[in-house]
Structures are given as structure tokens and as C-alpha cells.
T-cell receptor, first 114, second 113 residues
């Protein structure tokens, strides 16, 4: 397997502020990390693919200027939700992918925007 | 359109019974499939995977079956335990889509004593 951590595990912020979520691969150097979003009682939806040393690739409908992704190293990717609004409240989950295509997920970050 | 879906949204089984969770996919180009277990408030946990060149794979108490003819995937859990209660997702990985996962809707498994 692989060990993936996320920080913070939960965060509450006011509307209009920005929030940064960290995703760390603790035992594997991940060239590629993924960011997903999950609304209550729904499935995971891919937001973007984060590649170390290059720009992230965003899925259709995901605003790249609102969800800033920085894959600064082989063990760290960050997602910044800028000018957050209540509709951005969700469960954000990152994953790392091994060369064998297996993906391992972090524990998730619960974002609540008030 | 292309999708990965699940036949049943909820499944209730008695402790000790076997559970079968089904999943359908529509893209014949899908070549790698994974089952995940997600407990409330946690990230998905890898259970078992299977590649398209196989039709069956077994793990500890779990078996995944792949029927490419009808584009159907199933997860069998033997001797289901209360700790198996969770939402189960199937996911597909298509190499020509950047290796990201496309998740199905999920099946909630409830194990009753």
C-alpha cells in the first residue's frame, strides 16, 4: 500500500476567505497526485490531476483560478480554495498513484464555509 | 455516456452471510478496475483490483469477478462482519484518460447481527 496524509482533517472558514489543504505521501514519491471532491451521500468526483513540477490538469467545470493546485515536491501537493463560498463546502480527498496504477487515498478534509 | 454504475444503492446482510455488490461499466476500453471501501468521514480504502486480462481475483475474504462480455464487475465478501459495514465503490481506470479514476455511485452495505 501507501500512506497518504491530509492536513487539516477539517476546517471551517468564512465566506470570501481562502483555505489551503495539504496532501502528503509519507512512504512513496508520487509523481502524480489527484484531487477529488465528494458531496454528502455522493460519489467521488475528480477535480484535477497534480503533476510534480508542472501545471495541474483540471477536469471540465472545475475553475483553475478558484482551486489552485501546487505540486511542489514528490511528496507534497496543496489545494487552495480561493474566495470560498458555502457551495464549496465539501469533503476534499487526495490520492497518490503508483506505477502499477493503484491509487491510495488520504483521509480527506472536511471544508465548511459559513 | 460513459459511466460506472451500481445496480443497488443499499444492501443489508446478516452477519456471517456472504455479500455480493455489483457494478456495471459502459466503456469497453476500461482496462483496470478497483473496489474501494469508504467508512463515514474517511477516505476510500483500497480493497482489491483486477485488470482486464483477468476474470477473477481473490483476496482475503474478498473476490472480484469481471465479466467483460456484459461489462459487469462484482465484489464478493465472504462471512460478512459488522466491520464490513461501509459504502463500497467500484472505479475504473482508463490509460488513455490520464490514469485518473472514474467512480461509480456507491453501494451502502449494512451488516446486521
Amino acid at each position: 500500500g501507501a500512506v497518504v496524509s491530509q492536513h487539516p482533517s477539517w476546517v471551517i472558514c468564512k465566506s470570501g476567505t481562502s483555505v489551503k489543504i495539504e496532501c502528503r505521501s509519507l512512504d512513496f514519491q508520487a509523481t502524480t497526485m489527484f484531487w477529488y471532491r465528494q458531496f454528502p451521500k455522493q460519489s467521488l468526483m475528480l477535480m484535477a490531476t497534480s503533476n510534480e513540477g508542472s501545471k495541474a490538469t483540471y477536469e471540465q467545470g472545475v475553475e483553475k483560478d478558484k482551486f489552485l493546485i501546487n505540486h511542489a515536491s514528490l511528496t507534497l501537493s496543496t489545494l487552495t480554495v480561493t474566495s470560498a463560498h458555502p457551495e464549496d463546502s465539501s469533503f476534499y480527498i487526495c490520492s497518490i498513484q503508483k506505477i502499477t496504477y493503484e491509487q491510495y487515498f488520504g483521509p480527506g478534509t472536511r471544508l465548511t464555509v459559513t | 455516456g460513459e459511466s460506472v454504475g451500481l445496480h443497488l444503492p443499499t444492501l443489508s446482510v446478516q452477519e456471517g452471510d456472504n455479500s455480493i455488490i455489483n457494478c456495471a461499466y459502459s466503456n469497453s476500453a476500461s482496462d483496470y478496475f478497483i473496489w474501494y471501501k469508504q467508512e463515514s468521514g474517511k477516505g476510500p480504502q483500497f480493497i482489491i483490483d483486477i485488470r482486464s486480462n483477468m476474470d477473477k481475483r481473490q483476496g482475503q475474504r474478498v473476490t472480484v469477478l469481471l465479466n467483460k462480455t456484459v461489462k459487469h464487475l462484482s465484489l464478493q465478501i465472504a462471512a460478512t462482519q459488522p466491520g464490513d459495514s461501509a459504502v463500497y465503490f467500484c472505479a475504473e481506470n482508463r490509460r488513455n484518460s490520464g490514469y485518473a479514476l472514474n467512480f461509480g455511485k456507491g453501494t451502502s452495505l449494512l451488516v446486521t447481527p
